[in-house]
């Protein structure tokens, strides 16, 4: 999730994450961490202190990223891959679903 302010709408973090924040904790599915809510925003570094988030903030652009919760202690909450759509070498387009019951290995690489 990248915000561009030190505090995150409440709404807008739950929408991106899918935790609920209720007054003590914030939940997903059965887990659930003491976390405090006093009003609609949050700190990005709390969020991250108590959730386990990765907090990476770039101060030339003003933007704050909050990594995947690793509150379990590893660092994929699964090992199911996010659904996504590119053009093929000839133009179609390819769905990573499409290979959803095959193994699949994916290999990132950038020139930065």
């Known amino acids: 999730m990248i915000v561009?302010?030190?505090?995150?709408?409440?709404?807008?973090?739950?929408?991106?994450?899918?935790?609920?924040?209720?007054?003590?904790?914030a939940c997903r599915g059965p887990l659930c961490v003491p976390l405090p809510r006093p009003g609609p925003t949050l700190p990005v570094g709390l969020l991250?202190?108590?959730?386990?988030?990765g907090l990476v903030h770039d101060d030339a652009h003003g933007l704050w990223a909050l990594g995947p919760p690793a509150v379990t202690g590893r660092a994929l909450e699964s090992a199911d891959a996010p659904d996504f759509?590119?053009?093929?070498?000839q133009g179609d387009t390819f769905r990573l679903?499409?290979?959803?019951?095959?193994?699949?290995?994916?290999?990132a690489w950038a020139s930065w």
Do not use: H, I, Q, Y
Request: charged share 35%; proline share 11%; glycine share 6%.
């Open 4 to 25: 561009d302010a030190p505090e995150v709408p409440v709404e807008e973090f739950e929408r991106a994450t899918g935790w609920r924040l209720n007054p003590e904790s």
């Open 48 to 53: 991250a202190e108590r959730l386990g988030m």
């Open 85 to 89: 759509e590119l053009p093929d070498p």
């Open 97 to 107: 679903s499409s290979l959803r019951g095959e193994k699949v290995v994916l290999v």
